[in-house]
């Protein structure tokens, strides 16, 4: 009689315990693919937030140069009237007009003051548009009327009313203008299509 014994146990088939490992492969796998998702996840709001923080900040940045830039912008616009009136108490004394000593002293006082006002301006980047013969413009100039045949072109500065300041690139006033309408047409380069 054979030993059937020796053959069952040198049988792998039947000697094979069942894999208990293939389950926690499986769930490892889970939890690796739902970690490397997690990170992901995470990675992209970080990087989000990072881009919004830049953002805020350089937003931040170019209010706070605006401030700096523009806070007196009231208060330039008020000071206007004031240089405005200046100018006026002088354009009012007529040229020919013999003035005494005294009233000579006080046109050159007035003369001072408005002198200093237009560089206390200027030293605070608020510059003069004064444009006389120039194009009209709507982003600096308003036009109060036209003036037609001055042989000027169309649309040519012909009178100022008022002058018009900016302070750094930001119209603070425009100035007051009279237009010409109805001139002379822009002369048209002739273009020879003759060959």
Do not use: C, W
């Not at 030993?3 to 894999?19: G, K, L, R, Y």
């Not at 881009?51 to 350089?58: C, F, G, M, P």
């Not at 002198?115 to 200027?122: A, D, S, T, V, W």
């Amino acid at each position: 009689m054979t030993d059937n014994s020796e053959n069952t146990e040198n049988d792998p088939v039947e000697n094979e315990a069942p894999d208990a490992s293939a389950p926690q492969e499986d769930q490892q796998d889970d939890k690796l693919a739902a970690a490397v998702a997690e990170i992901a996840d995470l990675k992209d709001r970080l990087l989000r937030a990072v881009a919004e923080t830049e953002n805020l900040r350089r937003r931040s940045d170019r209010e706070k140069a605006d401030a700096a830039n523009y806070a007196m912008t009231a208060f330039a616009r008020d000071l206007l009237s004031v240089g405005d009136n200046l100018r006026r108490a002088l354009d009012s004394i007529p040229e020919d007009t013999d003035l005494g000593d005294n009233a000579k002293t006080l046109v050159e006082g007035i003369e001072m003051t408005e002198r200093e006002l237009l560089n206390m301006l200027e030293r605070h980047n608020i510059k003069k548009i004064d444009p006389m013969g120039e194009k009209f413009s709507h982003d600096l100039h308003q036009a109060l009327f036209e003036l037609p045949d001055t042989g000027e072109e169309d649309g040519t500065i012909v009178q100022v009313m008022q002058i018009g300041y900016k302070i750094k690139d930001r119209l603070l006033r425009p100035a007051m203008v009279g237009v010409a309408k109805g001139g002379t047409k822009a002369p048209t380069e002739h273009v020879d299509t003759k060959v």
